[in-house]
């Protein structure tokens, strides 16, 4: 708007000047998926356009409140939705970590399982699961069959709890035995058979903890796909044994803690 002052140009200016403090100022018309900046509590994030937020004092307007938008607020614990008013969002420009975490994240969605296995409650492949446990009847097991069986125990998930996976599963068995004593028989397996030998195993893997789909508190596609926790475990020990039905179980443990949070689950079907 062009304004005609006159000879008051020092009115003119003063209105100028309230002007760009009491007149709103116009917002991008900000579509899903689109890459903009947040800001939150003072402060500009990069985030992304969730979905815009109509105007319920404007009903079936297309006047918008505001955006929700997914924002990486804290690298430990990826995007979470955030609701901004218009003024609080401006438009970015895409970078290659937008475009990175796109590809990524479409990529997961697609290999998602389908039907009715366990795994599709949590985005992930099925808990691996042993056909038989009576191989070997003498002797110790292989390094094979003790990592089949160390993958067997670690595996487990009900869709309500978290699901634990493995990856990454290195076992090595003892070259001799010994006697079960108080540790084996009453702390980690109940079920030991007293007569049996126990074989020591030791190795690492990887250990995946991923939450239910239906749990999760955002929406967005990057929390539906990178909704495990990760830690690797490089020195794990444990051991083999057989119980009163004759089934091998082996267990590995490790001493690490820290996991990272945020990741895809483990590949595979």
Request: overall charge negative; proline content about 7%.
């Amino acid at each position: 708007m062009q304004l005609n002052c006159g000879s008051r140009a020092s009115s003119c200016a003063v209105f100028t000047v309230l002007s760009a403090f009491t007149l709103p100022v116009a917002a991008g018309n900000f579509n899903i998926g689109d890459h903009v900046d947040a800001r939150l509590n003072g402060q500009w994030f990069p985030c992304t356009v969730f979905k815009p937020e109509p105007n319920w004092l404007v009903p079936n307007s297309k006047d918008l409140r505001g955006y929700t938008v997914t924002c990486v607020t804290d690298a430990g614990n990826g995007p979470q939705e955030v609701f901004v008013g218009l003024a609080d969002v401006r438009s970015r420009a895409t970078t290659p970590e937008d475009n990175q975490a796109e590809a990524e994240t479409a990529a997961a969605l697609a290999r998602q399982p389908k039907g009715n296995g366990v795994g599709v409650q949590y985005g992930t492949r099925n808990p691996r699961t042993c056909a038989s446990r009576s191989a070997p009847r003498m002797g110790a097991p292989s390094a094979a069959q003790a990592a089949q069986y160390v993958i067997c125990e670690l595996e487990q998930g009900d869709g309500t709890h978290p699901l634990s996976l493995v990856a990454n599963v290195k076992v090595e068995v003892a070259a001799v035995s010994h006697a079960s004593n108080n540790f084996t028989r009453e702390i980690t397996a109940a079920d030991i058979d007293p007569s049996q030998p126990v074989w020591d195993i030791r190795g690492s893997f990887t250990n995946y903890r991923c939450a239910p789909l239906n749990s999760l508190i955002a929406g967005n596609d990057f929390a539906r796909t990178h909704n495990c926790w990760v830690l690797d475990q490089p020195i794990a020990t444990g051991y083999c044994y057989k119980n009163t039905f004759g089934d091998w179980h082996c267990g590995l443990l490790g001493k690490r803690t820290d996991w990272q949070m945020n990741v895809l689950p483990p590949a595979g079907e």
